[in-house]
């Protein structure tokens, strides 16, 4: 039987978010244009945030409206608040995300808001998507290490994860926030989450900070998790995790778990594309 993997590509949104120099509507829209050539069944393109914390993403919604739709594809957008909700709903974002962290600095820094807090504030938002269909995915930051409390214990990570499932999101997305984790580490993690959601119900997001990305992804397959967050062009970081580099590259791990006897589903050579125009929006 063939195995498949997933990659939930997240280059428009985590890829792009983190530029410091303006980048116009016109080419996010066509960087999400060709990445909807590619294979993807979901592609996170936006993000409604404050555009004081995250000016980049300010044109969410002109992104949003400016895209051609493939049918099958999800187009998902983050949203750490009711207000964010409410633009997501309103430029049609196919499923939105909510985004907390297992460690509280971090909360801290990316949300102005403690966990408990911002879970507060997620409760709401899960609440309103669910009357309106629209599925949710929860995102669980920090899960080995956090840039300002340093390691984080695995029950952390799984009492995070099981404040997500409870909300009702339908995935999480484990989030190597900081691109540090080790494979040992990471397995140890989740182990703890695995008690609290089953692998078919996790995703993977591996920043490549230290070059440990593949492995980490290596220790999640064996676990069992089959979906991997990625972006183009290995673009990305969060501005409110100082030291932070970019997600794992989409063409890299398309091409590892493809080695690994995995199928994908997705045209290589449209996303080698879609990477030189990533690469290409950096420097403009
Ligand atoms: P706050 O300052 O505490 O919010 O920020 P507030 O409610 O006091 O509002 C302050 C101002 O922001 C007000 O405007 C609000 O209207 C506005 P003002 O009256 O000053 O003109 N505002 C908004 N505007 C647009 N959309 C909204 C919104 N909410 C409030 N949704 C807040 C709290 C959550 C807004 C802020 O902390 C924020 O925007 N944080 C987002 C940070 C972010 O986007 N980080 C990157 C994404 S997370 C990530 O990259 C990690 C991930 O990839 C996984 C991983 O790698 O681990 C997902
Ligand atoms: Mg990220």
């Known amino acids: 039987m063939v195995d498949h ?4 590509e997240v280059g428009p949104r985590d890829g792009l978010q983190n530029e410091p120099k303006p980048i116009t509507t016109e080419a996010k829209i066509a960087l999400v244009d060709l990445l909807s050539q590619a ?3 979901r592609i996170e393109v936006a993000s409604f945030v404050s555009p004081k914390w995250v000016p980049q993403m300010a044109g969410s919604a002109e992104v ?3 895209i051609t739709r493939v049918p099958g594809i999800s ?3 983050l949203t750490p608040n009711m207000k964010g909700f409410e633009g997501a709903l309103a430029a049609k974002a196919d499923e939105i995300a909510i985004f907390g962290s297992a460690s509280e600095g971090f909360s801290k820094s990316n949300l102005n808001a403690t966990r408990a807090e911002a879970l ?3 409760a709401p938002v899960a609440e309103a998507a669910k009357a309106a269909g629209i599925p949710v995915r929860g995102y669980v930051s920090c899960v080995t290490d956090c840039p300002f409390d340093g390691a984080v214990a695995p029950e952390d990570v799984s009492k995070a994860v099981a404040s997500m499932r409870d909300l009702g999101c339908y995935e999480v997305s484990l989030g190597d926030t900081l691109g540090r984790g080790t494979p040992e580490r990471v397995d140890a993690m989740l182990t703890a989450v695995l008690r609290e959601l089953d692998a078919s119900k996790l995703a993977g997001h591996f920043h490549d900070t230290a070059g440990r990305a593949l492995d980490n992804i290596d220790v999640s397959l064996a676990r069992g998790l089959r979906v991997f967050d990625a972006a183009v062009g290995g673009l990305g970081g969060c501005p409110y995790a100082p030291g932070a580099a970019g997600n794992v590259a989409t063409e890299r791990v398309a091409r590892h778990v493809a080695a690994l ?3 994908t589903g997705l045209d290589l050579s449209v996303i080698d594309k879609a990477a030189e125009l990533a690469r290409g929006m950096r420097h403009v």
């Open 64 to 66: 949003l409206a400016g």
């Open 75 to 77: 187009y998902a957008a």
């Open 5 to 8: 993997v997933e990659i939930f």
């Open 120 to 122: 507060a504030r997620f």
């Open 261 to 263: 006897g995995y199928q």
């Open 39 to 41: 294979g993807f069944g």
